[in-house]
């Protein structure tokens, strides 16, 4: 054996039992609660919204079902989720891994600058991920603005795929450093949410 | 003879444990005989061993000699089991619940379900089933009910606390709701359970005191502020329990905190 490859034996051992170390100390530990009720959450909050189909503020922030009128700072104002009643279909191309299919939404009635963006997820609990969305400007400049999320998809899903969109409203500019995904809406530092109906999303065999 | 648990146990658990962990394969009969020296029926313990019945505190006190231990922890474990008899016998008229009351093992499914929360990363990362299943395994007092295990997973996953894939599961919520009938009584003997314990510990084991916290918090609040006071509480608990939640190890307790606000 040279030198050479002592010390690189040596080195791996080192490094073996260094990641050993760490994942002895690494993990956190667990907690949790139990009750006869559930505890206001922001997943319970949106899970209020979409069956009430009402706004309710949770911790400084208002979430609304798509349709609702806003309440607080945005009142009157009102984003509207197109409705379906048959599961959004993903467009992509065969061999990529991920599709897109658009889910398009109105606003009205906002009355100072305001910011959209949009963010999808598989359960009120999250986690959620930021989806494109592109804004289709009217030619006369009046009227809803119409916006259309890029809910994406995977190609590969077997079965309809359920769905949740959330349009996030932030009064002026949204932060610079939002995150691509985060695990409570929340966590995107938004003002005022709504959010779609519980939908599904297929890909075309 | 001083023993830590991992399960909350009975006075039935210890008088169980007692003939069966002494090594010398003692039957029922030949336990109350040879080691009790007769001073119990040999049928009388085989009820006392499956919680049928109370032992008297004259048979507890024979117990801790046999075990060397001291007698004060073993009698609070009686108090307890006798409050929570009473407390549960009263909770099923409550609830209309005309099923048979097992005392402390009415609070099984509550303290599985709570073991097998704790047992899941609060940051969501995935650990192996089989570690899991053995952390609630730890929470089956009766070691014969390997079923219990995978009741408490199956029971997690279809609420949509847990998500499992190719071996491994994490936890996707951290908060149990009791729905059905059976888990919201498991619960009431769980929450009566921690709360007698807590209650004994605190003015009868004076050794004990200090690692329980026992508080009575008043004020006069608007009604209408009720829900906000609730919402804060709750949310300063749970970041409590997530800044100090640990590995499971030989320095843990499961430490569980019952937090009470009722108006009077």
Same mark, same amino acid.
């Given at each position: ?26 993990? &956190? ?25 009402? &706004?309710?503020?949770? !911790? ?38 991920? &599709? ?7 606003? !009205? ?97 | 003879?001083?023993r830590?648990s991992n399960a909350p146990k009975g006075?039935k658990d210890l008088f169980y444990e007692t003939r069966v962990l ?27 061993e499956k919680g ?52 402390i093992a009415?609070?099984d499914l509550?303290v599985q379900?709570?073991r097998a ?13 089989a570690?899991?299943r053995a952390q609630i395994g730890v929470a089956v007092r009766d070691k014969s009910k390997g079923s219990d295990v995978g009741r408490v997973a ?111």
């Amino acid at each position: 054996m040279t030198t050479e490859l002592r010390r690189l034996r040596t080195g791996l051992m080192t490094a073996s039992l260094l990641a050993a170390i760490v994942a002895g100390l690494a993990g &956190c530990g667990g907690s949790g609660s139990s009750g006869f009720d559930a505890v206001a959450s922001e997943a319970t909050t949106v899970q209020h919204v979409i069956d009430a189909g009402d &706004c309710t503020d949770f !911790e400084g922030q208002t979430f609304c079902a798509s349709g609702a009128e806003a309440t607080g700072t945005f009142e009157g104002a009102l984003v509207k989720i197109q409705p379906l009643e048959e599961p959004l279909v993903c467009e992509g191309v065969p061999i990529s891994e991920k &599709c897109t299919a658009p889910l398009a939404f109105t606003t !009205e009635g906002f009355s100072r600058p305001t910011s959209l963006l949009a963010a999808v997820s598989e359960t009120e609990a999250g986690p959620w991920k930021l989806a494109a969305v592109e804004v289709e400007e009217h030619a006369d400049g009046v009227g809803p603005q119409t916006v259309s999320i890029a809910v994406p998809g995977r190609t590969d899903a077997s079965e309809p795929t359920p769905l949740i969109a959330a349009v996030l409203v932030y009064e002026g500019t949204p932060p610079d450093d939002l995150p691509a995904s985060a695990a409570r809406l929340s966590d995107f530092g938004v003002d005022l949410v709504y959010v779609s109906q519980r939908l599904e999303i297929v890909v075309p065999r | 003879m001083q023993r830590r648990s991992n399960a909350p146990k009975g006075i039935k658990d210890l008088f169980y444990e007692t003939r069966v962990l002494s090594g010398r394969e003692f039957t029922v009969t030949r336990f109350a005989k040879e080691v009790l020296s007769g001073a119990v029926d040999p049928v009388m313990l085989g009820y006392i061993e499956k919680g049928k019945r109370f032992p008297n505190e004259a048979l507890v006190r024979r117990l801790a000699t046999i075990r060397e231990e001291p007698v004060a922890p073993l009698l609070a474990v009686l108090y307890r089991d006798r409050m929570l008899y009473a407390f549960g016998r009263e909770l099923r008229r409550a609830l209309h619940d005309p099923a048979a009351v097992e005392g402390i093992a009415d609070a099984d499914l509550a303290v599985q379900v709570s073991r097998a929360i704790a047992a899941l990363p609060d940051d969501g990362e995935w650990i192996t089933t089989a570690k899991w299943r053995a952390q609630i395994g730890v929470a089956v007092r009766d070691k014969s009910k390997g079923s219990d295990v995978g009741r408490v997973a199956d029971l997690l996953k279809e609420r949509g606390l847990v998500e499992q894939a190719k071996g491994k599961v994490r936890r996707v919520s951290r908060h149990f709701v009791a729905t059905t009938l059976e888990e919201r009584r498991a619960l009431a003997m769980e929450f009566t359970a921690i709360y007698t314990k807590a209650l004994l510990d605190k003015i009868t084991l004076p050794e004990r005191a200090a690692e329980t916290h026992l508080r009575n918090h008043y004020l006069h609040i608007e009604r209408e502020k009720l829900p906000e006071f609730y919402q804060r509480l709750e949310k300063a608990a749970r970041s409590l329990a997530e800044e100090f939640a640990a590995d499971a190890g030989a320095s843990t307790e499961f430490l569980n905190v019952l937090i009470v606000g009722t108006p009077v």
